[in-house]
Every structure is written in structure tokens, then in C-alpha cells.
């Protein structure tokens, strides 16, 4: 247990379909993060959360829409995917954005078909 | 702009033999250095870190030295085990960034063969 919980571990969707990716904490962190993992690529930032308020949106297309309803809940919501768009999406957390070593979450492994 | 660069896997080795494996950065100011590590189907796990330059992060039988004058990073086993085998990433965090984000590496994919 990392103490930052993904849900759905696997995800299998249509172009077409409209589903969400769930992240939780409860380590008392205000910052959470999602990040896109694609095979031979550098991990990709896609958004920065703190305290609930968004701080950083790294050039991410709008069919991927993040929510952070509180601080120990981070969604990505996704619609009209698009294959390439599968990959390992992995949310983390540290205690304030900056210079801490984050906790990552096992992520979710997303295929578009 | 910062940015972190490792060296290319995969790496095979043999159960007991050395590690090492490398990772420099580039920066704008005085960055923390992290390596973090990943075993099949998890997420990334902080495996060590050296917040100032000569600090020496340590765990599980790893070690890494954050060389100012290098700047390098450098990951290292005495005695790797199979259960070593995993994706390492070399990591970065800069305080003079405007940025709020870590810079990661691709990864060096490590298997330890008995």
C-alpha cells in the first residue's frame, strides 16, 4: 500500500466512450498530480493540483478534463480518446508543490481501442 | 531548460554483480536529485534522494552521490539480487524553476538473472 489508491487498475474503452480515472490519498499531502507514462518516453506531466486549485496544465489536450474536488481526490476524466492515447496514467501526491519527493499511486492502465 | 538524462537499458546482470547506473542533469539553480524505482504492473517508489551537492542518498543496498562538478547522479549496487529487477528513473526537482514539476528520465530497465 503507497498510500495514494488508483481506480481502475485496467481500463479498456472506446473512442467514443466517456470514463474516469480515480485517485485518493490520505497522507494530509495538498498537492496531487497526474502524470502520462508511455513506453520509451519521458514521464509526462499533464496537471498540477494544490489545494484543490489548479496550478499547471502542460499543453494537455481537452479530451483529458482533471477535477480535484478536495485535496485527497484527484479524477481524470476522459472522452474521445484516441489510441494514442493508451498508455500508464499514474497520479501522485507531496506534502506542497515543489521540491519533495512525490508518492505515486500504481496507476492506470488505459488502452483505447 | 532542466532536464535529466539516463543511460539507455536494458541492463542484464548476473545476481551479485555491480550496478551502476548513470544519469546526469542539467539545471538552472540547485536541484534535489531523486532516483525512483519501479517494479512490473506498480507505480513509482522513491528509492533515494540528495538534496545538496556531495550528499549521499542510500537505501536497500543502493547509493547515489549528487556530484556538483559532474553533475551526475549516478546509481550503484555492490551485490544486485533478483529482486532488483525492476525500471529505475533518475528524477530532478528545482526550486528555480517557475515550473512546478519534477524532470524525469526515460527509465533503464534493470533484470538480474540467479
Known amino acids: 500500500e503507497t498510500g495514494v489508491t488508483q481506480t481502475p487498475r485496467h481500463l479498456v474503452m472506446g473512442m467514443t466512450n466517456k470514463k474516469s480515472l480515480k485517485c485518493e490519498q490520505h497522507?494530509?499531502?495538498?498537492?496531487m498530480y497526474w502524470y502520462k507514462q508511455s513506453a520509451k518516453k519521458p514521464l509526462e506531466l499533464m496537471f498540477v493540483y494544490s489545494l484543490e486549485e489548479r496550478v499547471e496544465n502542460n499543453s494537455v489536450p481537452s479530451r483529458f478534463s482533471p477535477e480535484c474536488p478536495n485535496s485527497s481526490h484527484l479524477f481524470l476524466h476522459l472522452h474521445t480518446l484516441q489510441p494514442e492515447d493508451s498508455a500508464l496514467y499514474l497520479c501522485?501526491?507531496?506534502?506542497?508543490?515543489?521540491?519533495?519527493?512525490?508518492?505515486f499511486g500504481s496507476g492506470t492502465r488505459l488502452t483505447v481501442v | 531548460g532542466d532536464s535529466v538524462t539516463q543511460m539507455e537499458g536494458p541492463v542484464t546482470l548476473s545476481e551479485e554483480a555491480f550496478l551502476t547506473i548513470n544519469c546526469t542533469y542539467t539545471?538552472?539553480?540547485?536541484?534535489?536529485l531523486f532516483w525512483y524505482v519501479q517494479y512490473p504492473g506498480e507505480g513509482l517508489q522513491l528509492l533515494l534522494k540528495a538534496t545538496k551537492a556531495d550528499d549521499k542518498g542510500s537505501n536497500k543496498g543502493f547509493e547515489a552521490t549528487y556530484r556538483k562538478e559532474t553533475t551526475s547522479f549516478h546509481l550503484e549496487k555492490g551485490s544486485v539480487q533478483v529482486s532488483d529487477s525492476a525500471v529505475y528513473f533518475c528524477a530532478l526537482s528545482d526550486p528555480m524553476n517557475t515550473g512546478n514539476q519534477f524532470y524525469f528520465g526515460t527509465g533503464t530497465s534493470l533484470t538480474v538473472i540467479p
Open positions: 501522485a501526491s507531496s506534502p506542497h508543490v515543489g521540491n519533495y519527493g512525490y508518492t
Open positions: 497522507l494530509g499531502h495538498n498537492a
Open positions: 539545471a538552472t539553480g540547485y536541484p534535489s
